[in-house]
């Protein structure tokens, strides 16, 4: 058996393998120039090398800075570890052995919004830095840090404020077997496949789905431990699974952002009770996948549950994907209460009893060959992307609100590279704030909804 669903920074490596796919099978179908013969490659360049120089040497002993890489005979990992751990160790020597074992990359996504209803706006919405570390052969260390719209200070409604840097995902993996890893840290909630897999790189379309961002409040993370791991169910089967306990919701459920506001909890628990959540998928074969998971939590102090259950589906035919999920969030009736005296959560808003969302998207990869013949020889192997996606979210389902939206897009991307992105969509929308449920098989939905236009650039480093 092979640990691909073991390692820490899994997601990131499927996302890779994920942006390559499609241009290789592209390039098999199309009958692809052959690779170079190695002789005749041009000489590789040296990369970027970071200089330590300028490091200080805090103790004054002049000690130079060893290599990076640099071993000395009979040295183990570990040996390097309880050096670095020495009071004597300079902050260069230091610095020189984390670069030994250590990787940086991210991604990010820049906007350009124009609403039928509003302003033109470009949108700095997301640059992302990912710290990925060896500790040794079964420990490891990844971490995601987010900008969202620049950072702080963030200029809204005309006033500066503090903006968003975030800690999304950071964890320590243990090892245990071929088929378990103990995981710890800042933990992304496995409800979906979506919230698993949001980078914006591996997304076709600029938005996220209107229910995988409120009922699971894409990005959903939570303070936790638990388990991951997979197995092989004979030649081609695989089942993966994650199980965790984390703090989990508090009270803040409110109609239109659904969980948006009770998620997150870093620093403390609202209650005693630990939140389960769990997700097990099967792979009957390469690009096809299908999963269920769920949630369960009490989200005040005395002891009202949320509980949610999620089904998602990837197949891969070709040149086509399709991918949906659907979700469902039953919650014990209750307000938004119990915070600390004094604090402004306490609102005492009603909490909607029940949530209910879906999407199913199409995303068809192809080639417009007089196009590419044009292009730098780098981008002569890439490909436009078109998408079609029909969603529907409900956040509160005992009565029509405008937390009820349903929303149809249409997409076109080209991507020249696998790691850079040009997209483009408009979508279709209309919510139930007029007291009509929103769906695209009425007529108030062609006659009252409203359209928005998006473009961005994304890209994976």
């Known amino acids: 058996m092979t640990s691909r669903a073991t390692m820490p920074g899994r997601h990131h490596l499927f996302l ?15 009958g692809s120039t052959p690779a170079r013969p190695a002789e005749d490659a041009p000489k590789q360049e040296e990369g970027p090398k970071l200089d330590l120089e300028g490091l200080e040497d805090p103790a004054g002993t002049g000690t130079a800075a060893p290599a990076p890489n640099a071993e000395t005979p009979g040295q183990t990992e570990q040996d390097t570890f309880t050096e670095r751990l020495q009071p004597t160790t300079t902050l260069a020597q ?18 350009f919004i124009l609403p039928q209803q509003g302003v033109t706006t470009f949108r700095a919405h997301r ?27 963030l200029k809204r409604d005309g006033s500066l404020g503090a903006g968003e840097v975030l800690l999304e995902f950071s964890v320590v993996d243990l090892m245990l077997t071929d088929w378990a890893t103990f995981r710890a840290g800042v933990i992304l909630v496995p409800v979906g496949a979506y919230n698993l897999r949001h980078d914006a790189p591996a997304q076709e379309l600029p938005e996220r789905p209107i229910a995988y961002t409120t ?35 508090d ?12 998620r997150g909890s870093h620093l403390e628990d609202n209650n005693n009770d630990k939140a389960l959540t769990g997700r097990v998928s099967v792979s009957p074969f390469l690009g096809l996948e299908a999963g269920l998971s769920g949630y369960t939590g009490a989200y005040d102090v005395e002891g009202r549950r949320v509980n949610m259950l999620n089904a998602d589906v990837f197949w891969r035919l070709g040149a086509l994907d399709l991918t949906g999920e659907v979700v469902g969030a039953f919650i014990d009736p209750g307000f938004v209460q119990g915070f600390p005296n004094g604090s402004t959560a306490n609102t005492r808003d009603r909490v909607p009893t029940g949530m209910f969302g879906f999407y199913g998207q199409a995303n068809y990869r ?3 060959e007089p196009f590419f013949r044009l292009l730098p020889d780098e981008w002569k192997e890439g490909h436009f992307t078109a998408s079609l996606r029909y969603e529907e979210k ?8 405008s937390g009820d939206v349903a929303r149809l897009t249409l997409g076109l991307n080209f991507r020249p590279l696998p790691p850079y992105v040009l997209k483009s969509s408009f979508f279709w929308e209309k919510s139930g704030g007029d007291g009509e449920q929103p769906h695209a098989w009425s007529g108030q939905f062609w006659d009252e909804g409203h359209w928005t236009f998006l473009a961005s650039v994304a890209y994976l480093f």
């Open 394 to 401: 409900d956040t509160d389902t005992e009565f029509i609100t």
């Open 127 to 153: 640059y992302v830095l990912f710290v990925y570390s060896h500790i040794s052969e079964r420990v490891s260390t990844a971490t995601e840090i987010e900008f969202e719209f620049a950072g702080s200070p």
């Open 16 to 30: 890779l393998c994920l942006l390559l796919a499609p241009l290789t099978g592209l390039a098999q179908e199309e």
């Open 251 to 262: 009270a803040k459920i409110l109609d239109g952002q659904g969980f948006r506001a009770a």
């Open 366 to 368: 192809f080639r417009i």
């Open 215 to 249: 009922i699971v409040p894409t990005t959903w993370f939570e303070s936790g431990a638990g388990f991951l791991g997979g197995f092989d169910l004979g030649r081609d089967w695989r089942l993966s699974y994650e199980v965790y306990a984390v703090n989990g919701l």
């Open 94 to 111: 230091r610095a020189a052995a984390i670069l030994d074992r250590t990787t940086l990359g991210g991604y990010a996504e820049h906007d």
